[in-house]
């Protein structure tokens, strides 16, 4: 009963490892939505912070409240980074516009519910803009280094790369075309990119001038990622980090001290159940060296208060310790018969 009880316990609190499926961004199917252009500027600096602009012009139909933005917070390369976006504006035609913050797949993805839940966009063209803060997207130098890419420019050899999905895959629309800028806090030594999951197609137009670089893509199909990998001629940045990946988000958090926190409170309640548990049990009584039973005491008594039940040869040793004392004598008549007489007088022993 006592196992099952702890099984039941831990399922309860590792159901979210235990179950946790696939993770996966965006809808099961594509939005109508079709996004006629993308503009994304990405700046980062030297800790590593990357402010990012990204506007949206969007094409809809009737019917619509608005656009999901997903944001995946593990990082593909190394599973102890959380890269947690804080958004700090959301419009619509050049004016604020209604949007809620939610968690999905075991909180590993961030999704920006944008738009009027009480009100449709009108159909037609109109223009997004999402501006947020990610930290800690330098990653060391040789990340991602044994990947391939569609294409190339210079040398990405360098202390510090940047490897982000600049269009990211969580994105449900067809995408008609994309431009990217990216500008980052030192020399671009070399830049690689892909249109897609694996190696894809190449993008347009990548260039690098100094600290910055440049790309661009058509015809993205939904869920269609763009991903950049570029040197950068700057140590990297120290980063926060947990010890355990993001599955484990859910059950842990993502915080150190507060694990090592309720670690040391759950310990601390342990020792003091088990002390209160020992104050209930009877300790067991101690008996001086003897080679006889106490005076009085028979070798069943002495068993019984010992142990605290009645032994199973019990009546055999109560014979034989009779017999001991002249109460009684006992005659073999076979290979397993005995007969029993009683010999001493009532007060003997």
Not at 109 to 124: R, T, W
Not at 158 to 171: C, H, I, K, M, T
Not at 249 to 273: I, K, M
Request: aromatic share 8%.
């Amino acid at each position: 009963m006592r196992l099952v009880l702890l099984l039941v316990l831990g399922l309860g609190l590792l159901w979210p490892v235990v179950f946790d499926g696939a993770p996966s961004g965006g809808g099961a199917t594509a939005d109508p939505v079709v996004f006629s252009d993308v503009r994304a500027d990405f700046a980062v600096d030297s800790d590593g912070l990357m402010r990012a602009d990204e506007i949206i012009t969007a094409e809809f139909p009737g019917g619509r409240h608005g656009i999901f933005r997903f944001w995946d917070i593990a990082n593909r390369n190394n599973s102890h980074l959380r890269q947690i976006p804080e958004v700090d504006e959301v419009s619509l035609d050049g004016q604020p516009v209604p949007y809620e913050l939610l968690w999905q797949s075991n909180d590993r993805f961030l999704v920006a519910k944008i738009g009027d839940p009480n009100s449709y966009v009108p159909p037609g063209t109109h223009v997004y803009r999402i501006r947020y803060r990610v930290p800690g997207v330098l990653d060391p130098g040789d990340t991602g280094a044994a990947e391939d890419f569609a294409s190339s420019v210079g040398d990405p050899s360098a202390p510090s790369v940047l490897f982000w999905n600049v269009v990211a895959p969580g994105w449900s629309n067809q995408i008609d075309r994309a431009q990217i800028s990216v500008s980052l806090p030192a020399r671009v030594t070399g830049a690689q990119c892909s249109v897609g999951a694996g190696l894809g197609r190449g993008c347009d137009g990548l260039t690098i001038a100094g600290n910055a670089v440049t790309l661009s893509a058509l015809d993205l199909p939904p869920r269609t990622p763009i991903t950049l990998r570029a040197g950068v001629d700057l140590p990297t940045p120290p980063r926060a980090e947990v010890p355990w990946s993001v599955r484990w988000d859910p059950v842990l958090g993502r915080s150190v001290p507060v694990v090592v926190w309720l670690a040391g409170l759950t310990a601390a309640a342990g020792l003091g159940a088990f002390l209160w548990w020992r104050t209930t049990v009877e300790p067991s009584p101690g008996f001086p060296l003897h080679y006889a039973p106490p005076k009085g005491l028979g070798p069943v008594q002495c068993e019984y208060i010992r142990t605290e039940k009645v032994p199973e040869e019990g009546l055999t040793a109560t014979l034989l310790y009779l017999a001991d004392r002249g109460l009684l004598s006992l005659n073999q008549d076979g290979k397993k018969k005995w007969t029993v007489h009683g010999v001493g007088d009532a007060g003997a022993g």
